[in-house]
Structures are given as structure tokens and as C-alpha cells.
């Protein structure tokens, strides 16, 4: 089931977000309360310490606004944020910032995206849906750096995680996406000090079709597969 929920990515799928950011510069507002759309496509296939990833390019819809591009390696195994790369746009020219994450007991963890207004978080299905029960605290350790090895300016830090993993009825999947479908779905909550994350991931789609974490909200807009279109 865990593949169903989002890990059985193929090159070349693609989908749509769109963000709700509670706070956020007023540069970044638009008429429209500060909405923004960010286009996903699962790009090529890289080794990132030794492990074999899906890279994923993020860009914003609306190229005249001051936003990040982004790309994202996840681990093709276990659905594990691997790396994470962020092009800032500042006075004319884009500044980059990479963290990479690692399992510190060698064992995939849930990591918590570093861009509040953009959520990356990304939880980890195979030891959880088993029987639908938390996962106990993990450990993972971001390394801010240029992510092309040791550096002596790398900074390191280790967060514990906790996430917890509950389903959901058909009648309230319904309730939450667009189509008719007897989808199934999971309610995901993902902890790291004082931050929280709260997700809907449905049977089918790569992303989840709904996750807030305080500072922004999103939502699963639209899903095209290699193949064929897909509503969310």
C-alpha cells in the first residue's frame, strides 16, 4: 500500500500544488491573498550517498514572482528526503543553499522540509502502515553544505522525529479530493521539536492531496502521470 500512496514514482510524472501561506512578505502577496502554484516533475534518476534517487525539479507557475526553484532527491526504497536543493532569487541573481539528510541509526526516517512556505516534508509509509500505529522517535542528521562532500563549513544538526500514521474512511477521502472513487487515504502527522505537520495522502496520487504546517497550507491541484492525466 505504501507505493500506492506516493512512492511508485516514474520519470517523467508530473503535478501541481497550490500554497496557502499564512505568513509571508508582502512582496510574495498577490491578489489573489498570497496563493501560489508550484509545478513538480519527477526528472531523471541519481546516486546520492550511494543511494539510488528519483530528482525532482520544483518550480513556481507563475514565473515573474520572486520564488525559489527547487529540486528534491528522494530515496526510490524507502520514499526518504535524501537532499535538498534551494536557488534564491536575491537582487538579480539566485543564491544557492543545500541540505542533505542522513539516517543516523541507518534506518529511513521522516525529514521536515527547511522552506516553511513550500512543503517538502515527506513521511516514511513502510514501517507504519503496517498496522497503522506511530512510529517510535527516530533520529536523521541534516548537513547544510554544498552536498558535494566534506566540507569544513558544513553545518550539522540532528533532529528526532515522531510520526504517526491513521486511515481514513472512503466517505472521508470522498470528502477531500474531486472524484467518486472508493480511494483509500491515510492521515499523516509528522514531529520534530516544536514543529508539526499534518497530511492527507491518497491511494494513487504522489503527493499528498492536503498538508499544513502552521505557517502555510496545500493542496494537490493536479496529477499527470508519464501516461495519462489524473484529477486529484
Known amino acids: 500500500m505504501a507505493e500506492e500512496l506516493g512512492l511508485n514514482w516514474q520519470l517523467g510524472d508530473r503535478w501541481t500544488i497550490e500554497t496557502q501561506t499564512i505568513q509571508s512578505p508582502a512582496s510574495f502577496r498577490n491578489k489573489d491573498g498570497g496563493t501560489v502554484e508550484w509545478n513538480f516533475q519527477v526528472a531523471g534518476n541519481e546516486k546520492v550517498s550511494g543511494k539510488d534517487c528519483f530528482r525532482v525539479e520544483i518550480t513556481c507557475a507563475d514565473s515573474s514572482r520572486p520564488?525559489?526553484?527547487?529540486?528534491?532527491?528522494?530515496?526510490?526504497?524507502?520514499?526518504?528526503?535524501?537532499?535538498?536543493?534551494s536557488r534564491i532569487p536575491v537582487d538579480g541573481?539566485?543564491?544557492?543553499?543545500?541540505?542533505?539528510?542522513?539516517?543516523?541509526?541507518?534506518?529511513?526516517?521522516?525529514?521536515?522540509?527547511?522552506?516553511p512556505?513550500?512543503?517538502?516534508?515527506?513521511?516514511?509509509?513502510?514501517?507504519?502502515?503496517?498496522?497503522?500505529?506511530?512510529?517510535?522517535?527516530?533520529?536523521?542528521?541534516?548537513?547544510?553544505?554544498?552536498?558535494?562532500?566534506?566540507?569544513?563549513?558544513?553545518?550539522r544538526f540532528a533532529y528526532a522525529v515522531t510520526q504517526t500514521v491513521s486511515a481514513l474512511s472512503t466517505n472521508q477521502m470522498k470528502s477531500l479530493s474531486n472524484d467518486d472513487s472508493d480511494s483509500q487515504g491515510v492521515a499523516v502527522q509528522i514531529e520534530?521539536?516544536?514543529?508539526?505537520?499534518?497530511?492527507?495522502?491518497?491511494?494513487?496520487r504522489p503527493w499528498p492531496i492536503y498538508s499544513t504546517n502552521g505557517v502555510s497550507v496545500s493542496r494537490l491541484k493536479g496529477f499527470t502521470p508519464a501516461e495519462k492525466e489524473v484529477k486529484p
Open 67 to 85: 520564488q525559489p526553484n527547487v529540486t528534491i532527491w528522494v530515496d526510490r526504497d524507502s520514499g526518504m528526503l535524501m537532499r535538498l536543493t
Open 117 to 155: 512556505s513550500l512543503p517538502l516534508d515527506l513521511p516514511i509509509f513502510s514501517r507504519t502502515l503496517r498496522n497503522s500505529k506511530s512510529l517510535e522517535p527516530q533520529v536523521y542528521e541534516s548537513v547544510a553544505g554544498t552536498g558535494q562532500g566534506k566540507d569544513i563549513n558544513e553545518m
Open 93 to 115: 541573481k539566485y543564491t544557492e543553499y543545500t541540505e542533505s539528510y542522513s539516517m543516523a541509526d541507518g534506518v529511513p526516517t521522516p525529514v521536515m522540509g527547511i522552506i
Open 192 to 204: 520534530a521539536g516544536n514543529r508539526k505537520v499534518e497530511q492527507v495522502w491518497k491511494e494513487g
